[in-house]
């Protein structure tokens, strides 16, 4: 995972309460991406973003937003935070072969 | 939809065996293959690419074989080791640039001492 780095790395939320979900890279790498991880559900994309300045929908984007701050950087924001919510998120950066953070295990209550 | 699945879901072998994991998709029109492996509570970590135009990639012990007409792949482990439990994961991609990887469920693999 080096070279990835997420924070934070735990977090408990009520329904209906916000956050943001930071993901920063030092590899200089263009693409970047949200994933989230279910029990029996596999890895499902949520959003990418292939430059800084632009991002996309990937299988799984209703209730979140994101946002590609710069180069090194790539948000993920839950806005009004359901249990469905609830997950293991991952963020990957680059293209050809894919390096992945440590995650943030997200509860929502 | 290209969908990747994985067999079995759960395997369970004695420290020193040599193991196949399957892999498999129903899109053969793929760009690449990546094998990663995950400990629990950790992130993926990858262990092989394996670019369409080739049939095999080799790490240490490890070796992946790609089918693409058969719309198959395997991770071969040799002489394997407790430390090698873990879950792991196949993916696969579409086309060159940004398409996403489409994952399996992966296995859940133990090696028992």
């Known amino acids: 995972n080096a070279g990835v780095t997420q924070t934070p790395k735990f977090q408990v939320l009520k329904t209906g309460q916000s956050m943001t979900l930071q993901c920063a890279q030092d590899m200089n790498h263009n693409s970047m991406y949200w994933y989230r991880q279910d029990p029996g559900m596999g890895l499902r994309l949520i959003y990418y973003?292939?430059?800084?300045?632009?991002?996309d929908k990937g299988e799984v984007p209703n209730g979140y937003n994101v946002s590609r701050l710069n180069k090194r950087e790539f948000s993920l924001r839950l806005e009004s935070a359901a249990p469905s919510q609830t997950s293991v998120y991952f963020c990957?950066?680059?293209?050809?072969?894919?390096?992945f953070g440590p995650g943030t295990r997200l509860t929502v209550l | 939809k290209q969908e990747v699945t994985q067999i079995p879901a759960a395997l369970s072998v004695p420290e020193g065996e040599n193991l196949v994991l399957n892999c498999s998709f129903t899109?053969?029109?793929?760009?690449?293959l990546q094998w990663f492996r995950q400990d629990p509570g950790k992130g993926l970590t990858s262990l092989l690419l394996i670019q369409s135009s080739q049939r095999e990639q080799t790490s240490g012990r490890l070796n992946a074989s790609l089918d693409k007409s058969s719309g198959r792949s395997t991770l071969y482990i040799a002489a394997s080791q407790p430390g090698d439990s873990a879950t792991y994961l196949c993916?696969?991609?579409?086309?060159?640039?940004?398409?996403?990887?489409?994952f399996g469920k992966g296995t859940r693999l133990s090696v028992i001492a």
């Open positions: 899109d053969s029109a793929i760009y690449n």
């Open positions: 993916a696969v991609r579409k086309g060159s640039g940004n398409t996403p990887l489409v």
């Open positions: 990957a950066i680059r293209n050809n072969e894919q390096f």
């Open positions: 973003s292939a430059s800084e300045g632009t991002t």
